[in-house]
């Protein structure tokens, strides 16, 4: 249902919000979420080649020490699903029917890095890398009443968002980045959007990311692949 109002804001475009307080407005807010549905859209080039990366799927996070996850994935035409429940991760490529893989565990990140769509998280693990956040206004996205916030973001701040606790091999070219966030009226992510140029291995590469994110709490059943279609990658 769509909400009626915009969420909490500065007293007019332009003002500025307390960056300690922004942060803790959504990470309240996101502790009050087991599941929701997002949609990802991220344009990139490699090597001069341009690349489109899709991905839609559900996330069920009633268990935040076993979440579980539904994607649909196409990089590059590449298609694939995931699936993760809890500790175990199965894939399946387009190209091979109905055959579903299961994920050693200590490979499940590199399948899974692309799946983080927790935004709040994100964007607390970079805290100290926000240097302002500004409300741009009111908008609507897909029908729902938001304020939309613009995040100055240091340049090193991309490098923070997967927690990992020190800074990533990833760069941005540049000594800072917007940072796009649409918020509902319980302050909650519907949208995200975001364009710059990453520093990979001394090679630009631009990026541009657009991701909605909705059905909140709303009933989701994830289940694993039948065993008979299940190999060992």
Excluded: C
Excluded at 57 to 63: A, H, I, L, M, P
Excluded at 121 to 145: C, F, P, Q, R, W
Excluded at 210 to 218: A, F, H, M, R, T
């Amino acid at each position: 249902a769509a909400s009626s109002a915009p969420a909490q804001t500065a007293a007019a475009p332009g003002g500025q919000e307390n960056v300690d307080d922004f942060i803790a407005r959504i990470v309240a807010a996101q502790a009050t979420v087991r599941t929701y549905s997002v949609e990802l859209n991220t344009k990139t080039a490699i090597g001069g080649t341009e690349m489109t990366i899709k991905g839609d799927g559900v996330v069920d996070q009633t268990d935040r020490n076993a979440m579980n996850i539904a994607m649909n994935m196409d990089m590059g035409g590449l298609e694939m699903e995931l699936i993760k429940l809890g500790d175990q991760m199965y894939i399946k490529m387009a190209a091979a029917g109905d055959s579903w893989f299961s994920i050693p565990k200590d490979k499940m990140d590199q399948y899974s890095s692309g799946t983080n769509v927790d935004y709040a998280e994100m964007l607390a693990n970079a805290k100290e890398s926000i240097t302002k956040v500004t409300y741009v206004g009111d908008d609507t996205v897909d029908g729902t009443s938001t304020s939309h916030y613009r995040l100055t973001m240091a340049g090193d701040a991309l490098g923070k968002m997967g927690g990992t606790g020190t800074e990533t091999s990833t760069k941005v070219d540049g000594d800072s980045f917007d940072y796009d966030l649409w918020l509902d009226d319980a302050d909650l992510t519907r949208k995200v959007a975001m364009e710059l140029t990453m520093v990979v291995e001394s090679q630009k590469v631009p990026m541009k990311l657009l991701s909605s994110v909705g059905d909140y709490n709303e009933p989701v059943t994830i289940t694993a692949p039948s065993k008979d279609k299940i190999s060992e990658l």
